[in-house]
Nanobody
């Protein structure tokens, strides 16, 4: 069974940095796009960053120049380096991936979410 497991959240002061990681496990044939989303209290889930298998990236305007998404295709992992964090970055962060398992059709998968809190 394919699953995504994320880690790396926590409490950080404004201006600080955190690195989130997410790994896909199970019987995987291939992974196309991977992404990070976030959801703040009382708000809708929003896209933070995406990365294709070839490494092309896209970012929400609110995180451009501060966050960097990367992936390791050999390890089936995606990471999000977050610098210059602001209180408004506080949210639960979710990894997301389009995965084709060795048996079955491709579909979209979500990680369990990891809390990021930016506060002094």
């Amino acid at each position: 069974q394919v699953q995504l497991v994320s880690s790396g959240g926590g409490l950080v002061q404004p201006g600080g940095s955190l690195r989130l990681s997410c790994g896909a496990s199970g019987s995987i044939f291939s992974i196309r796009s991977m992404a990070w989303y976030r959801q703040a209290p009382g708000k809708q889930r929003e896209l933070v960053a995406t990365i294709t298998r070839g490494g092309s990236t896209n970012y929400a305007d609110s995180v451009k120049g501060r966050f960097t998404i990367s992936r390791d295709n050999a390890k089936n992992t995606v990471s999000l380096q977050m610098n210059s964090l602001r209180p408004e970055d506080t949210a639960v962060y979710y990894c997301n991936a389009d995965i084709t398992p060795r048996s079955g059709s491709s579909r979209n998968y979500w990680g369990q979410g990891t809390q990021v809190t930016v506060s002094s």
